[in-house]
C-alpha cells in the first residue's frame, strides 16, 4: 500500500515542496525513513510510532514500512516531518480514507503522547503550501495563527488523535480568525532622554532617512539609550514589508502565538561577542542571522570596535545590497538583510577621551590601533557620525523632552515627502557643497552621503528644494577628526 | 670635502657620527667611496644634499656644538631657506584636543607672519603646527629622525607631500635609514638648532619635546613655553619650562615680538549674525553643541548649520564634541 502527504522543507527562507511517502509491503517487519533525512529527522521514527500508539491507533506491526522524503536530493532536517510521516503511515495502513489527505498540507512535531508540537518556520510553510495550490494546512494551535497570515486555511490539531478524526471527517476543528495586528508593547520613550538635543536631532534624522547612524562618546552619555529609542520614532511597517519581517522571524521561531504579524520595525542588539555567522547568518541548514531580523528595523551594535573584525567586515556587503548571500556546499540561501544600523563607541580604548572628568591613558599607538580597527570603508557606511559629549548636571536636572510619538509624526511626513518629490539641491547648495569638498577631508562616498542627509533635512524641515543651510547642518555629522587614523 | 662620506658612513654602519672618526675602517671606506656617483644617485632620486662645509648650510645650525655632517633635503625648494627665520613649534603625540589646537593656530599665525615653521613630522602637536602652517600656504620644514624617503610614520605620507610643495623634508640621515627610537633625540638638536626659537606646546614630563626645548637653551636660544593646566599630565613637562623661566607663550605675538616682526592684521571673513552669536560664546570658553544651542535659542539643526558656516571660515575647530574658537 502507498500513500503520500505533503509538507514543506525550507532552504534559507524557501519553502520547497517535500512529498512524504510511506509504503507498506509484507516481508521482515522494520520501520526506514529515506531522502536524505538528518538526526532529528531520523528519529522522527521513535516519536511517530509512539504518537500512534498513544492515539489509539494501529502501528502496523506485521508489516515492511518505507518512508521516503522526496525530492530525494534534498537534505531535510528537523522534526517538522513528523505529523506528516505519521498521517502518510496512517493512510498506507488504510487508518484514514484514500483522498482524506488530499488538498491538505501538515507540518508539526510529535511527541510520544502524540500531542502536536509547533516548528518553526509555519509561516513560510504554509507560503509553500498555498504556491502549491493546497489550500488546508494541519499544523499545532501554536502555529495556526502564522499559517493564516500566508492565506492558507489552517487546521489546528492539538494531537494525532485530533487531525485523524478531522480527516475522517468526524470532528471539524474552530476556525481560525487571520490574527489582527495590535499594537506591540511600547518601546523605550524618547522623553526619557535629557538634553543631547544634538544627538536627538541625528537620531530624527536617522530615521526619517533611514540613515546609518554613529553615536561615539565617552561612558554614560546616553549613546545606548539613544540607539535603543530609535525603533519608536519609526512608522510602522507597510503591509508587504511585515509580511517579509515575519516570514523571517517565523524562521527564526521568534514569532509570538498572540501577535505573529511583526508590524512594527523590529530591533535587534546581539552582544559584542557575536560571531560572523551569528550576526550574518549561517550553520548547515542556513538560519538567519541578526542582520537578517533586523530586516526593516535596527540593528544596534553596542561598542561597535569590541566586535570582531571579520563580523564587521561581513556586514559591508548587506549595508551595500540590503541582503546576505550565505554560500554552503549545498547550496546558497539568500536573505533579505536591509537594516538601518546604530553604532555606538567609546573615543578609546580606556574611555578616557572626551571626558572632561577623566583623562585619557592611552599610548598613541593603542589609539591608532584602536581606530585601525574601524576600516575607512566601515566608517564610510555611516551617514551620520555624532560625537556624544557628557551632559552637565543642570540639563539632567531638566524636566521630560519631546516624547517619541511627536518626533514620529515628523519622521512620518518627511519620509512621505522623500517619497513622493525628493527635495533637490539648489545652486548656492551646490556650491557650498563643493566648497566642503575642497576644504574638508571628504571622499566621493562622503560627499554623496552629505547630499542623502542634506535631502533629509530638507524634507524634515518641509522644504521644497536643499538649500545651504541643509547641506551645512549634513556636513556636521560628517566623519570627525578623532576618528580619522 | 667629506661630509657625505661621513654621512653615508654613519648610515652604512648604523652609527651616529658628528666628527670623522679616527679608525681605519672610516679611512679605508673614505677611500673607497665614490662621492659623485652618490650625489648622482640622490639627484636621481630628487633628493639633495648640503654638507656643513658648505656656504649654503644654515649658519644657525653649524653654530651648535655638535652639528650634522649636512643635510640631506627632499623638496624643489631652494637651501637657503633653511637660513630664513625659523621658529620650532614641539609638543607630545598624544596631545589633547587643546594642544592641536594651539599648534595648529601658533603654525598657522606664525607662519601666516612669514616666519618658517619647523618641527618632526610627528603625530599630534607636531603634524598640526605643519599642517597650521599649510592652512596659511605658508612654509614649513619637517626634520626626520630617520631617512627622508621615509615617511615616518606611515599617515603622514600625505603631509609630507603637501610639506615639499613649498618647504622641505630635512634629515642628517641618509636616505633608507629606518627610524629608531636613539635618534628622534639627535633629531631634536636640530630641530632646536635650526631655529632661533622653539616653542613647546603641550609636553609630558618626560618628553622629546623637552629635549628639543634643552638643546635650544643650551645653545642659548629662545624657549617659550605654552602654559597648560596644572592639573593635567599632559601639560607637566611645558609648564615646568615655565617655572624654570621659559618664555610664556599666550598668543603669536608673543613670539613674533622676540624677531622683531608686526604681525599684519588679518581681516576676520564676514559671517551671519547666527555665527556671530556663536563665535562670541565660543571665543570665551569651549562648549559642546547643546550648550551653544541652548546660549543662542537656535535648534540642534540649525545650530550644527551655522557650526559648519564658522568650520568652513577657519574661525571654529570641532573635536571630541567640543567646539572651540580658533
Not at chain 1, 502524540?114 to 502549491?132: D, M, N, S, W
Not at chain 1, 510619538?405 to 525628493?422: D, P, Y
Not at chain 2, 633635503?73 to 633653511?82: S, T
Request: net charge neutral; proline share 8%.
Amino acid at each position: 500500500m502507498l500513500a503520500r502527504a505533503v509538507t514543506h522543507a525550507l532552504v534559507g527562507l524557501e519553502p520547497r515542496r517535500v512529498d512524504v511517502e510511506a509504503h507498506l509491503q509484507r516481508g521482515v517487519p522494520g520501520f526506514a525513513i529515506v531522502g536524505l533525512a538528518d538526526r532529528a529527522c531520523q528519529e522522527a521514527k521513535h516519536r511517530v510510532r509512539s504518537g500512534i500508539s498513544s492515539a489509539s491507533l494501529e502501528w502496523p506491526l506485521d508489516r515492511r514500512i518505507t518512508v521516503n522524503l522526496a525530492p530525494a536530493a534534498l537534505r531535510k532536517e528537523g522534526a517538522g516531518f513528523d505529523l506528516s510521516i505519521a498521517l502518510a503511515v496512517l493512510a498506507a495502513s488504510r487508518q484514514l480514507p484514500s483522498d482524506g489527505l488530499t488538498g491538505h498540507a501538515a507540518v508539526g512535531e510529535l511527541a510520544l503522547d502524540g500531542r502536536v508540537r509547533p516548528v518553526r518556520g509555519a509561516f513560510a510553510v504554509a507560503e509553500g503550501a498555498r504556491r502549491a495550490g493546497l489550500d488546508r494546512i494541519l499544523c499545532a494551535p501554536e502555529s495556526a495563527p502564522e499559517a493564516a497570515l500566508a492565506g492558507v486555511d489552517p487546521v489546528p490539531v492539538r494531537h494525532l488523535a485530533e487531525a485523524v478524526a478531522y480527516l475522517r471527517g468526524e470532528l471539524r476543528p474552530p476556525p481560525v480568525e487571520p490574527p489582527v495586528a495590535e499594537a506591540a508593547a511600547p518601546a523605550p520613550d524618547l522623553a526619557e532622554v535629557r538634553g543631547q538635543e544634538r544627538a536627538r536631532r541625528a537620531l530624527e534624522l536617522a530615521a526619517a532617512g533611514a540613515h546609518n547612524l554613529l553615536l561615539a562618546g565617552p561612558p554614560g552619555t546616553g549613546k545606548t539609550m539613544l540607539g535603543r529609542r530609535l525603533p519608536a520614532i519609526l512608522p510602522p511597517l507597510a503591509p508587504a514589508e511585515a509580511l517579509e519581517v515575519t516570514r523571517i522571524h517565523s524562521v527564526a521561531g521568534l514569532l509570538s502565538p498572540e501577535r505573529p504579524l511583526v508590524t512594527q520595525p523590529p530591533f535587534r542588539a546581539p552582544h559584542h561577542s557575536a560571531s560572523v555567522a551569528a550576526i550574518v547568518g549561517g550553520g548547515p541548514g542556513p538560519r538567519p542571522g541578526e542582520a537578517s531580523l533586523a530586516h526593516r528595523g535596527v540593528l544596534l551594535l553596542d561598542e561597535f570596535p569590541e566586535f570582531q573584525r571579520p563580523a564587521l567586515e561581513a556586514l559591508r556587503q548587506p549595508l551595500e545590497d540590503g541582503m546576505i548571500a550565505v554560500a554552503r556546499a549545498a547550496g546558497q540561501a539568500i536573505f533579505p538583510a536591509c537594516f538601518q544600523l546604530v553604532a555606538t563607541m567609546n573615543l578609546c580604548p580606556c574611555a578616557g577621551r572626551g571626558d572632561p572628568a577623566a583623562e585619557c591613558t592611552c599610548s598613541a599607538q593603542r589609539l591608532a590601533s584602536f581606530r585601525d580597527k574601524l576600516s575607512r570603508a566601515l566608517l564610510d557606511r555611516f551617514d551620520l557620525i555624532v560625537t556624544v559629549p557628557r551632559p552637565r548636571a543642570d540639563e539632567l536636572a531638566a524636566g521630560p523632552a519631546e516624547p517619541s510619538a511627536a518626533v514620529r509624526e515628523r519622521v512620518v511626513a518627511a519620509r512621505e515627502r522623500l517619497r513622493s518629490a525628493s527635495p533637490r539641491r539648489t545652486a548656492p547648495a551646490d556650491e557650498l557643497l563643493a566648497r566642503a569638498v575642497d576644504r574638508l577631508p571628504l571622499s566621493a562616498r562622503g560627499r554623496a552621503r552629505v547630499a542623502r542627509v542634506a535631502r533629509t533635512a530638507a524634507a524634515l524641515a518641509g522644504a521644497e528644494t536643499v538649500e545651504p543651510e541643509h547641506v551645512a547642518e549634513a556636513l556636521a555629522y560628517r566623519s570627525p577628526k578623532e576618528l580619522a587614523a | 670635502m667629506s661630509d657625505l662620506a661621513l654621512a653615508s658612513f654613519a648610515a652604512a654602519n648604523d652609527a651616529h657620527h658628528v666628527d670623522e672618526p679616527r679608525s681605519a675602517r672610516f679611512a679605508r671606506f673614505r677611500q673607497s667611496f665614490d662621492e659623485r656617483a652618490e650625489l648622482e644617485r640622490l639627484q636621481e632620486q630628487g633628493y639633495r644634499f648640503v654638507g656643513r662645509s658648505d656656504s649654503g648650510f644654515p649658519p644657525l645650525l653649524r653654530a651648535i656644538h655638535d652639528p650634522p655632517p649636512g643635510l640631506f633635503l627632499r623638496g624643489a625648494a631652494p637651501v637657503e631657506l633653511l637660513a630664513r627665520p625659523a621658529v620650532a613649534i614641539v609638543g607630545a603625540r598624544a596631545c589633547s584636543p587643546y594642544g592641536r589646537q594651539v599648534a595648529r593656530r601658533l603654525g598657522r599665525e606664525l607662519a601666516g607672519a612669514g616666519l618658517v615653521v619647523l618641527s618632526g613630522m610627528a603625530r599630534g602637536v607636531d603634524a598640526e603646527a605643519h599642517r597650521g602652517a599649510l592652512d596659511r600656504e605658508g612654509v614649513t620644514v619637517a626634520v626626520l629622525g630617520c631617512g627622508i624617503d621615509r615617511d615616518y610614520p606611515a599617515a603622514h605620507a600625505t603631509l609630507a607631500r603637501q610639506i615639499v610643495e613649498r618647504g622641505l623634508v630635512v634629515s642628517e640621515y641618509a636616505p633608507g635609514v629606518e627610524p629608531a627610537p636613539w635618534r628622534f633625540p639627535a633629531r631634536n638638536r636640530i630641530i632646536a638648532g635650526l631655529c632661533a626659537a622653539t616653542a613647546v606646546v603641550e609636553a609630558r614630563e618626560r618628553s622629546g619635546a623637552l629635549i628639543s626645548a634643552d638643546f635650544a637653551l643650551e645653545e642659548g636660544r629662545e624657549v617659550f613655553a605654552v602654559p597648560g593646566e596644572i592639573t593635567s599630565a599632559l601639560s607637566a613637562g611645558s609648564n615646568a619650562l615655565l617655572r624654570l623661566g621659559a618664555t610664556p607663550l599666550t598668543a603669536a605675538d608673543d613670539v613674533l615680538e622676540a624677531y622683531g616682526i608686526v604681525a599684519p592684521p588679518i581681516e576676520a571673513p564676514a559671517v551671519s549674525d547666527e555665527a556671530a552669536v556663536v563665535l562670541e560664546r565660543v571665543r570665551g570658553a569651549a562648549a559642546s553643541a547643546d550648550e551653544l544651542a541652548r546660549a543662542s535659542g537656535l535648534d540642534a539643526g540649525r545650530l550644527a548649520a551655522v557650526v559648519t558656516e564658522l568650520e568652513l571660515a577657519g574661525l571654529v575647530s570641532v573635536e571630541e564634541g567640543l567646539i572651540r574658537a580658533g
